[in-house]
């Protein structure tokens, strides 16, 4: 009988500690969003003294997931919904709903000297799975490509291994580099190097290259003619309401597209 | 212009919905309004994509409502094992046995949403006398032999109600992963469908740690013929798993099980129990009360920096101790699994190591592993487990065990090689 009182003291503890929280609203999800989202969440907070915004990181599925299961209020993502988990909403009684806040546009960039002037997306995955390691394979200079890359942890590394590489690994010998601006300064510094970054940080110290035949721009992201680019979400349960509304609308206003030019994604106005 | 916006919306709406092998026409449309000026690139990509995330939700929600409720909510699973066991047991130096055998097991899984919250599962399987830890059945039965037709048997049976988003509560005749966390089979062998009840928390507690608790109340038995107490299983799990980053994680957990009503009850005489070391003629002798530590490193990608590519490493051990008793009285597991993490295609490959220790007493015998040393306490034992993936959803298997008694100055070591043909669908 006492492992029954023990059980149900249990259940009651966590059931107090697990709930013992105000309203507020909780996002959480993609680490590509997760800038976007908490400097959009300081500036809101600002202007709402009374809105607690908490948000989280995980990566895309665990927003997801955590919306379904009804733990968190906006999912940010950094893909579009699968199948999957639209069937595991659906099952729940869950409404998903989508709501495009920025375009994500990467730019891959060699150092000025480089005589490339456009690679095609099959050459970047050979390069970046090391099928290719030479410039002189691809009509430039006999020298070595030196591979740089965002480390395995960014978002970056995450949307360029999707939409570059077709998820295939990165070559071994990769130079991993811990931020956009890390990766712009090697190449910067390196003749052979190639590597990638956020469209908002190209430099006049590197070249963006085109890529099947087409300049990253912010036209060419949102037009869907440049191959690496995609779309990034917040999703919620149905139509948004109350707070979650007014911070989606604040997202997607004017003052929070800037915000999101200013994080080096593409803004929708 | 607000307006116009809406209007147009509701038109791309219009023909998504309508007339969907037209959405290129529909990608035209809207490129045209970009280049009228009427809508910003921008805004266009996001009427587009937000049409096109509402266009997959409605397919979805319109597979569900064109088949009967019943129906979408069913799912099958299963998998079939076919394998070649070779034991050599050696009790002293004038005596050895060595036995060739062939098995198969078979198990066939429903599973059903009741309604929002509550889901059922039904499971059967092949078996041989009701033994709890194993579904194998062996080719050609030394009692009816000649290719006689096998036994399938009821596995599972259980109802998991999802009363709140970070509580389950299971009952029925459940399977062994949702009532506890173990990360190498020292107490419990996975083919054991615990029978009772199980309260399971799940909750995030940031962004990198979550929490849980499963906590249990099992039947032992529950012989109606007499008055005494059923043996009865009480426990609670609470653990935790921390994600260092998206290469590193630590799970954890601490058990306390409390067997109640053991002492001096006849122990069972089945034939998968004969060879017990925890009785005493004919029965048990003590009570058992266990906690039991556990811990579980995975890493992603182990040795990516010197150019190796596997893609998971996990190391794991686990301890228990019968705090009821001072002698025989503690175990433990050890071991890593380094390659896929599951074998789903050609080519994914799994190697894991496991040594394991139980005293005589560490915990009751009704449970550890039957295949390491036939399930029984009181020996040590090393495992050795080789998969390969041969295509899609099928594998082939290497088992090797080598064991020892540690009660036993014979020491009667055994050894056993199962090589499985693993077919899931």
Redesign the interface.
Known sequence: MK??K??IL??TL?SFG?NAYGEKIIL?GSTTVLPIAQKAAEVFMKSKPKANISV????SGVGIA?LI???CDIANSSR??R?SE??KA????K??????IA?DGIAVIVHPSNKIKGLTKKQIKDIYTGKISNWSQLGGDNQKIVVVSRD??SGTFEAFGELALDKE?VR??AIMQASNQAVVSVVAKTSGAIGYVGLGYIEPSVKALEINGVMPSK?TV???KYPIAR?L?MYTNGAPQGLVKEFIDFIKSVQG?RLVDEDGF???? | MKFIRIILIGFVWFMFVNFISYAGEVDILLQKLVEKGILTPGEAQEIKTETQEQIKKEIAQGKYSNLPQWLQNISLKGDLRTRYQFRHEKADNNYSKDTHIGRVRMRLGLDTKVNEQIKAGIGIATNSGGDPRSTNISFGDKNSGHSSKMEIRLDYAYAKYSALSWLDIVGGKMLLSDVVWEPVDLIWDTDITPEGAVFALNKKLGSHLDGFMNNAVLFGTADTSTNADPIMLYMVQPGLKYKFNDAISLKSGFSFYSWQNVKNKAYPTDSWYKSSNTKSGTSWVYDYTLITPALELSINEPFKAIGLNVEKLKLFGEYVNNVHISDNNTGFGLGFQLGSDKINKFGDWQCKYIYAMLGKDAILDVTPDSDRYHGKTGMRSHEGIFSFGLGKNTSLGVDVYRSWSIIDTRKAPETVIQVDWNLKF
């Open positions: 492992y029954v023990l059980l249990t259940i966590m697990l959480e989280r990181g995980g990566g955590s299961d009804g733990n579009p919904i199948p639209l069937d659906i099952a729940r009684g409404d998903i709903k989508a709501h495009v375009m395995s942890a690994k071994p010998d036209e949102l037009t869907e779309p979400f597209q593409v803004p929708l106005k």
